[in-house]
């Protein structure tokens, strides 16, 4: 700070001066070495250098200045690498170069294997850079194998054998593991096989009373089956928080049986209805059929009895004798129809 001032003061005497040094205006020359000096201090970083040299971070001034050429930030580089050498991880700043080349974050890479290393966690540099780039937290991942996880489950819905539904809510506590975390599921997959095997366990109970009794019945049934194969986690417990007791499915099940049973009852009962109709309106067609064809022989009768008459098959006293039978079974069946006669 002191030489600078004296630069500045020292470059003010000679503005005032005017002074020229090889026909150059003094104070243009200046501005030129101070602009100059800044591009200088900026691509040879020797604070830096010195800076990582008295942290014993080893690294070449010349391998600093070419950062600058690759578009890297050597500040991050050398920050990353003195808290690495602080903790005692040996780390090349090559690698840690090439990470920031490929974006990834090296300041939360190399807080995630400082993090393990404390919590005795098995992580290497390959294993955190992956983690990183595949677009997990690393360091967060870390945190969260030192501090396991609750995540709440939404309600979950499931009938027992005697139809009860069942509403329930569980906590199931994870942690990360670090060796799927590349290529694991997620949290919704977690989620959606704790419900899957809550159903599976609500639905083989018998009565929803056992379940109410003993619902960590359910915890063990889901624990069982490993739901946390091929997922970033590890489920620790599986608690359930809460059950209540929603719709007897069982009895409104029977009851739309029972509709649908009285509804083809009715369907049923309407069509042969309709068949007794038919049928009647058949039976009245043919009767009307066979009305017809005795009125048809009824008119040849008198035909009959005339073509009688000329082959002298049928005589005057014959003709007479059944125009008195026919009069005789009218009049019975007029006293048939009438049997007290008629009162006026």
């Known amino acids: 700070m002191f030489g600078l001032n004296l630069y ?3 470059l003010k005497y000679f503005s005032l001066l005017n002074i020229k040094i090889m026909g150059v205006p003094f104070i243009f020359l200046s501005v030129v070495i101070v602009i100059f000096f800044v ?11 010195i800076t990582a040299k008295l942290s014993d971070v080893h690294i070449p001034l ?5 950062m600058r050429f690759r578009r890297v930030n050597p500040n991050s580089i050398v920050d990353a690498m003195v808290v690495a050498t602080k903790a005692g991880i040996p780390l090349d700043h090559r690698l840690l170069e090439a990470h920031y080349m490929a974006g990834g974050n090296i300041n939360k890479v190399v807080r995630a294997l400082v993090s393990a290393d404390k919590a005795n966690i098995e992580l290497d540099f390959k294993a955190a850079t992956a983690i990183d780039l595949a677009g997990r937290d690393v360091f967060e991942a870390v945190q969260l194998s030192v501090n396991p996880k609750v995540i709440e489950s939404p309600p979950v819905t499931a009938v027992a054998k005697d139809g009860i539904q069942l509403i329930t809510r569980a906590r ?15 949290e919704e ?9 809550i159903v599976t366990s609500i639905g083989s109970a018998v009565s929803h009373k056992s379940v109410m009794e003993n619902p960590d019945s359910i915890s063990k049934v889901v624990l069982a089956k490993g739901l946390d194969s091929g997922t970033a ?9 809460d059950i209540d007791i929603g719709k007897n499915i069982g009895a409104s099940l029977q009851m739309d049986q029972a509709n649908a049973d009285k509804n083809i ?3 049923r009962a309407e069509e042969r209805r ?3 109709i038919a049928l009647e309106q058949e039976m009245i067609a043919k009767a009307q059929e066979a009305r017809v064809k005795v009125i048809e022989n009824e008119a040849m009768i008198p035909q009959a009895i005339a073509e009688a008459f000329r082959n002298g098959n049928l005589g005057i006293m014959d003709y007479y004798k059944m125009q008195n039978i026919q009069a005789d079974t009218t009049m019975r069946t007029g006293i048939g129809k009438n049997p007290g006669g008629d009162k006026k």
């Open 62 to 66: 010349l391998d600093l200045v070419v």
């Open 172 to 186: 199931v506590t994870v942690r990360a593991n670090i060796k799927q975390l590349v290529g694991g599921a997620g």
């Open 189 to 197: 997959t977690v989620l959606a096989r704790v419900g899957e095997g």
């Open 8 to 10: 500045f003061h020292a």
């Open 265 to 267: 009852a009715q369907a």
């Open 274 to 276: 309709a068949m007794a």
């Open 39 to 49: 591009l200088f201090l900026w691509f040879f970083p020797i604070g830096l250098w």
């Open 233 to 241: 986690f590890e489920i620790l417990s599986i608690d359930i928080a």
